[in-house]
């Protein structure tokens, strides 16, 4: 008698090695390709000796097991941002491979045996794959529920700032307009289709609405988080905190936090700060803030080459950030303009802007440099990149 149970118990390491490999490749996954090999990995492993466990005639089925790490499992895909299709595609990628690995097994067993082996396996997977969308569906449904929370304790914010300031009301309604028409649509549609059949949540469509809702959702509180910041420095209400720096410290972290984003674009972050030791006063947040704006909004307007970033020392007690790209360029009867509020005149191919842009990036690192006493300045040339320095002084002041 063949035992197809232990022949997956061997194999289950080459099976997972196979599947992240084939998972990382495929282009449908794109979310895969930004975590790591254990991050993909996640509780498979633990999951497939449990459906070898339910194929051994001996042993009693470890459903416990399956479910439990199918909950597991789907709530973690949710908070790694993976789409419900994607998940899906790693299931469906995770059939192929474990048959295609056990297909020289298969073969030595009966008609009977196969027929079985085959038939739990499916089981198994169909289980693992219903539980985990359970949990997916109810991540995704909290995060819905917390953005709404979100929305709703900035609205009284976004109402003084309206009040208090109406210069650039028509640009933010107008940048307001189409991610909230989107959240309206998808929720009303989703919300339709389960009182039309409640039975229906779990379905890969009302997953996708539900992804597509909270992604204009976080598109919405980004614009209205940069809009609050531009309204607190024009009200004075950005308040100072200096304290001893450790700038290389400030540039490691928000180099290996946008490195996921210049992945995907295949561009590379170069960081150039080794050389730089000297204790520098500042307020840490607010540097981190400037650096981070700087940074991804090279990677923003850049589809390939590289982005540098680097620091230095000047004469007079001063020191530098500097950051170049090799992007798209700014026109120089725009390069003035790029600094207020609201302006993306830079020009991505046929579009007058980058997608998920908020157009207020440049216009708060401007107030921040200000208020960290320091200038900013901008070399740029279309189609050659553009270099953003920065200058500081070693200590900032704080007037009485």
């Given at each position: ?381 279309v189609g050659f990149g553009s270099k953003f320095t920065v200058i500081f002084p070693m200590e900032v002041k704080i007037s009485e």
């Amino acid at each position: 008698m063949m035992d197809f149970s232990q022949a997956l118990l061997n194999k289950i390491d080459t099976i997972i090695e196979i599947w992240i490999e084939t998972v990382r490749q495929d282009d449908r996954i794109e979310t895969a390709k930004e975590l790591t090999y254990k991050g993909v990995r996640d509780s498979v492993p633990i999951v497939l000796q449990a459906i070898a466990r339910m194929l051994s005639p001996s042993d009693d089925n470890d459903i416990k097991t399956l479910v439990e790490k199918s909950l597991e499992h789907g709530t973690l895909r949710a908070k790694q941002g993976y789409d419900a299709e994607e998940i899906a595609r790693e299931y469906r990628l995770l059939r192929w491979v474990i048959f295609s690995t056990l297909e020289e097994d298969l073969i030595k067993g009966s008609s009977a045996e196969v027929i079985r082996a085959c038939r739990l396996i499916d089981t198994g997977l169909d289980e693992v794959i219903a539980r985990c969308f359970k949990t997916y569906t109810e991540e995704r449904l909290r995060e819905l529920e917390d953005l709404q929370n979100q929305l709703k304790l900035t609205n009284q914010e976004l109402t003084r700032l309206v009040r208090a300031s109406k210069d650039n009301l028509s640009h933010l309604a107008h940048e307001l307009k189409t991610p909230l028409t989107s959240i309206i649509g998808y929720s009303d549609l989703f919300l339709r289709q389960q009182e039309k059949n409640p039975e229906v949540k779990d379905s890969i469509p009302n997953l996708g609405h539900i992804d597509k809702v909270l992604k204009q959702g976080r598109q919405l509180l980004h614009l209205i988080n940069d809009a609050l910041e531009i309204s607190r420095y024009e009200a004075g209400k950005m308040i100072l905190q200096p304290s001893v720096t450790n700038v290389k410290e400030i540039i490691i972290n928000v180099t290996e936090m946008v490195e996921p984003l210049a992945r995907s674009k295949n561009i590379k972050v170069i960081g150039d700060c080794e050389d730089f030791s000297e204790p520098v006063v500042t307020d840490c947040l607010r540097l981190q803030q400037i650096v981070t704006n700087l940074m991804s909004n090279a990677i923003r307007y850049t589809d390939s080459g590289s982005v540098n970033i680097k620091c230095q020392m000047l004469p007079d007690r001063q020191w530098s950030i500097t950051v170049t790209d090799t992007g798209i360029g700014i026109a120089p009867e725009k390069q003035l303009q790029i600094f207020e509020p609201y302006f993306r005149g830079a020009d991505a191919g046929n579009q007058s802007y980058v997608p998920n842009s908020t157009g207020l990036g440049l216009a708060i690192v401007t107030r921040l440099v200000e208020l960290l006493q320091g200038k900013i300045e901008l070399n740029s040339k279309v189609g050659f990149g553009s270099k953003f320095t920065v200058i500081f002084p070693m200590e900032v002041k704080i007037s009485e």
